[in-house]
Structures are given as C-alpha cells and as structure tokens.
C-alpha cells in the first residue's frame, strides 16, 4: 500500500511541488513514510503517535518518547504544506488538536518556505521568484510592491534588491526584497536573516569582505 502512495506522492511532487523548491523525499525515510501516512489522510489531522505506529510498521526504527521524526520539520524545512497542532484548519476553521499535523494538498508549497538559492548572480527571472516567496512584499516592514508604503504612504512600493549580508556580493543566495523607505535606512549597518530578523548590528556599516 504504502509503495503505491509513495508513487502518487512523487508524481504529484514532481508535477507541482519540485519546481518550487520543495525538497525530495525518499520511501525509506521515516519523513517519506510520514508523508506518506498523512497523504493518505488528506486534510484530516493525524495524531503525532499514529505517525509514528506508521512509519514503524513500514521498518523503520524510531526511538523512545515525543516526537522522534520532528515532523515539523516537514513543513518549513522541507516546504510540504501543512499545519500543526493549534492551528486553524483554512477550510473548516476549527483549530488542530495538539500533537497532530494535517496535509494540505500535494499543490503548493508550504507558505513561509523559502527555498535554498544559488549563489549567483540573480537574472530577472530569479527576481520575480524571490520576490514572490516573500509575498511581493518588503521583508522588513511589509509594504506590497504597488501599493502604498508603510512609513512613506504617499509613495507606491517598488521593491528593491537588498543584500541580506552586506559584507558579501548581491547574490541570488544574499538577496531579499526591501522597500526604499528600509533599503536606505538599514544601508549596510544590519545583517539579516533569510526572514527579516537583524542578527548582526554595526552602526558605522559594514564593509565588503
């Protein structure tokens, strides 16, 4: 059974999922096996150790207490679409039980993923796609390319190229999308997080490495 549910996942992912990003399973993995117990329970919470009973029957050893696999990790790390324990189910709005995960759909990409880039210089295409993982939206204060910006509201969102480190070259892999108002405030004195946060501060900037 579980062999013929993989095979329906790898269709579906390399129809949908492998041209986002979403990283590849395999059917010996316990993440593949988990995959493959919530696929077959589509858009109904499983519980945490009826996972874990699944991927056991399929081999594969898993130790003793919590949550072994980490199936999280499923979503933002690997980028499958699916919600955890506490969240709010899109379609019926009831919150998940604790200690469960629910697939979405084998469609799309799970919404705060942000897939690994290359380190190259990024072409126009390789913009539109880096600023469409992050909403068409300045990754610091919001502000949606075409609208109205936050702190200057009489000005419409153009984003701009912003480094994420600035000691190192505008690459695709050190590119995240600013409004003007932010690129010019933060110039070269923050580095950031693929999401936005400050991890590194100089106020006198930082130079190329």
């Not at 010996?28 to 096996?33: E, I, L, M, N, R």
């Not at 499923?74 to 019926?92: C, F, R, V």
């Not at 897939?115 to 469409?132: I, L, N, Q």
Request: glycine share 8%.
């Amino acid at each position: 059974m579980a062999a013929s549910v993989f095979a329906t996942i790898s269709e579906l992912y390399a129809k949908n999922l492998q041209s986002k990003g979403v990283k590849l399973l395999t059917e010996s993995s316990g993440f593949g096996q988990a995959l493959c117990c919530l696929y077959e329970n589509l858009g109904k919470p499983v519980k945490v150790e009826d996972i874990r009973s699944y991927v056991m029957k399929a081999g594969i050893y898993l130790s003793d207490g919590g949550d072994p696999l980490q199936v999280r990790h499923l979503a933002l790390q690997y980028g499958y679409n699916m919600l955890k324990g506490g969240e709010i189910n899109p379609i019926t709005r009831e919150k998940l039980p604790r200690f469960s995960y629910m697939l979405l759909d084998l469609e799309n990409p799970y919404p705060a993923f942000m897939s690994k880039r290359r380190k190259v210089e990024a072409s126009a295409d390789d913009w539109v796609t880096v600023k469409s993982q992050y909403g068409n939206a300045c990754v610091n204060c919001g502000s949606k390319e075409g609208e109205a910006m936050r702190w200057e509201s009489y000005k419409i969102t153009v984003l701009q190229q912003g480094h994420m480190d600035p000691r190192k070259p505008l690459t695709l892999d050190n590119m995240i999308p600013q409004c003007g108002f932010c690129n010019q405030q933060y110039k070269n004195k923050a580095v950031f997080n693929e999401r936005g946060c400050v991890i590194d501060y100089n106020k006198n900037g930082f130079t190329l490495e």
